[in-house]
């Protein structure tokens, strides 16, 4: 097998580069790496992914790694990295007429080349072509190597891109196979380290379409014309049990040479985090393999779940899509990446109407949620208001995001409708309110077709409410009508208990102060229970039905009090009164000459308090009219009553001594 002229050519003159290049035989060319399977002959091109890896750092001769093979006519074609040795200036492309341009290369540094040997020229010349110091891309990046025909001219790609060709005269390889290898050329001996470099993807070319080699043999040897005596410790094994996944170096306990590096089936390998998936396993090259996932949905709760989304697919024949279950062509390894997507279930409810937007929802998505009314009657006069949903938005429709599972509700108020009917003025208060709330409900006027004596005058809200403005407390539907009656003018007349006319300032009818006169419903049976009579409630118990205006005599217990003072000899005395009234009110009077003196008209003759006469203090309390006399012993009265006093001494003293002279006697 031929190797690489480049790597020895490491003066900086081209005539040196020449001269060298006459001497290369007779070194060491040490090869290891895979050949393609005889399903890879008569092809139009081939390629290989390599791994670039520095620092490499050969002491003698150049490493290289690249991909070639003999083509139909024996001429040879190859592209690749190597790694120089030496730092100097390279020929930057030669052909058979020549070299145009140089290149440094730095030594232990890579750059790519490609290179060929015409048919039957058993010249050691080099034709082809090399890239710039470190042109092959970052330490353990793989980059793809290939070359290709377009009828006889074979074109030279790094990464897709063209970097040399040259005409051949055939275009196919005829009944020989591509070869990819690891090689330290122009070596004198076997102390140069090869890091481990990896080769996967190896591929040719036929009619147009590019396969992936279904299998491969190990090759461990020599390059054409190199020295033979040492034994190549370089060796060549698969990587990981992966079909077309080799590496090469020292210290690689390598396959044995012709050993099949591997075979024509390859692996499909299926990942999934939820449910079952069938379909994993190794298959034939170019085979249809059905794989699937058994379950498009896995609950992790009653509220969350992942959902099937499709198939990442990873590889030549490869599926990636949204179908569940699909076909892999077996042209590589190929994985399926089974991805789901995280859903979370939105419960959106609603007591009245209908409510939409409920389901699963992915996660971080936005939900929308409506309600389709606000308003829902359920039975006469009552009905169901919106009021908002319980994440706080008042409109019918609410969108948020979907961080987690969400339980979302319409919240109602029940509603009653308050209807008034008047057939006088306006009515105002009617309308819908919550349960439980307040009317406020009124008349614009209380009062019709007034005369002096005479009106139309509203008397109640259905029998039930008698003032024209007064508030309700809604329990159920309100259906109120305005009562109206004719009033009369009447005049209340206040009378004492003498029959004698008194003036009261305020009567109580029905319960309320009333003034004295004022307007009353005719045909309604009225309670007078008394009067304000000196700011006292003076009662009473009379009941009035009024038919027409007049006047209306009210008879209080008002009473009249006489008060008297004499001495015990009856002489009248001038005695004050000091009073209190049952209005708390107090009073002082003095009863004259005539020893008396009239309250006029006590509210129910009720007064209390003391008399006095000097030193002397006599109390009092008098109700209902009674009269009050009251005797005082005064000092004109104790002169005789002191007389008789000592008259009955001066006998009881008498009288004992006599009784002692009598007993002394006998």
């Known amino acids: 097998m031929r190797g690489f002229r480049i790597a020895y050519l490491a003066t900086a003159a081209l005539l040196a580069v020449i001269v060298l290049a006459q001497l290369s035989f007779g070194q060491y060319w040490f090869q290891s790496g895979a050949n393609a399977g005889s399903q890879a002959t008569y092809n139009n091109g081939a390629g290989v992914y390599i791994q670039t890896v520095v620092p490499q750092n050969p002491s003698s001769g150049a490493l290289g790694f690249w991909i070639g093979e003999t083509i139909q006519n024996g001429a040879f074609v190859q592209v690749g990295y190597e790694v120089p040795n030496t730092s100097g200036d390279y020929p930057k492309t030669c052909d058979a007429s020549g070299c145009n341009g140089t290149v440094f290369l730095e030594a232990g540094h890579p750059a790519w080349f490609w290179e060929y040997f015409p048919a039957g020229n058993s010249s050691t010349s080099f034709y082809g072509g090399v890239g710039q110091s470190d042109s092959v891309g970052a330490n353990g990046t793989f980059n793809m190597y290939s070359f290709s025909s377009d009828g006889d001219t074979w074109n030279f790609y790094f990464n897709g891109q063209r970097i040399g060709s040259a005409n051949l005269g055939v275009s196919t390889s005829g009944p020989y196979v591509p070869s990819a290898y690891a090689e330290l050329a122009d070596a004198n001996n076997t102390n140069t380290f090869m890091k481990t470099v990896m080769f996967k993807n190896m591929s040719y070319m036929k009619n147009g379409v590019q396969h992936l080699l279904q299998s491969a043999t190990a090759y461990i040897g020599y390059g054409t014309g190199s020295k033979t005596s040492i034994a190549n410790p370089y060796g060549v094994k698969e990587v990981g049990g992966y079909a077309n996944y080799f590496e090469v170096g020292s210290g690689v306990q390598s396959a044995h040479n012709g050993a099949v590096l591997w075979t024509s089936v390859y692996h499909l390998q299926l990942s999934s985090p939820f449910g079952n998936v069938t379909g994993s396993g190794y298959y034939p090259t170019f085979s249809a393999v059905n794989f699937s996932v058994q379950q498009p949905y896995v609950y ?55 409510v939409s937007g409920s389901g699963w929802y992915s996660a971080n998505s936005t939900a929308k949620i409506s309600l389709a009314n606000s308003i829902v009657d359920t039975a006469a006069g009552t009905r169901e208001l919106f009021s908002g949903w319980n994440n706080g938005v008042s409109s019918l429709n609410t969108s948020f995001a979907v961080l987690g599972p969400v339980n979302v509700s319409a919240r109602w108020q029940k509603q009653y409708l308050v209807s008034l009917n008047t057939s006088l003025g306006m009515a105002s208060g009617a309308g819908w309110y919550d349960a439980g709330g307040s009317a406020r409900i009124s008349l614009n006027n209380d009062y019709f077709n007034s005369t002096n004596t005479t009106r139309i005058a509203f008397y109640s809200w259905n029998g039930i409410y008698y003032n024209s403005s007064t508030t309700i407390t809604v329990n159920s539907p309100v259906s109120l009508a305005a009562a109206f009656k004719r009033q009369h003018l009447v005049k209340f007349s206040a009378l004492d208990s003498d029959g004698d006319k008194i003036n009261a300032t305020y009567f109580v009818v029905d319960g309320r102060d009333t003034p004295s006169s004022t307007m009353l419903f005719d045909g309604v049976p009225y309670s007078i229970t008394g009067a304000y009579y000196k700011g006292v409630l003076v009662t009473t118990d009379i009941t009035a039905n009024i038919s027409s205006s007049g006047t209306i005599p009210v008879k209080l217990p008002v009473y009249s009090v006489r008060m008297s003072a004499q001495s015990l000899f009856k002489a009248p005395l001038n005695a004050s009164a000091h009073l209190t009234f049952q209005n708390g009110t107090s009073y002082t009077i003095y009863l004259g000459p005539t020893g008396s003196a009239m309250l006029l008209d006590v509210p129910f003759g009720n007064v209390s308090g003391y008399m006095r ?17 009251l005797t005082f012993i005064t000092p004109i009265d104790a002169a005789p009553i002191i007389a008789v006093i000592a008259v009955m001494l001066l006998y009881e003293v008498f009288h004992r001594r006599r009784y002692r002279r009598l007993q002394s006697q006998s």
Do not use: C, H
């Not at 599926?319 to 399926?336: F, L, P, R």
């Open 300 to 354: 992790i709760t009653p509220s969350e779940r992942v959902v099937f989304a499709g198939w990442q697919g990873e590889g030549a024949g490869s599926y990636t899509g949204t179908s569940g279950s699909a076909t892999a062509q077996m042209i590589d390894n190929v994985t399926e990446i089974a991805k789901w997507n995280l859903e979370y279930y939105v419960n959106a409810t609603s007591q009245f109407s209908n």
């Open 613 to 629: 006469y000097g030193q002397l203090q006599e109390p009092f309390s008098v109700a209902a009219g009674n009269q009050v006399a």
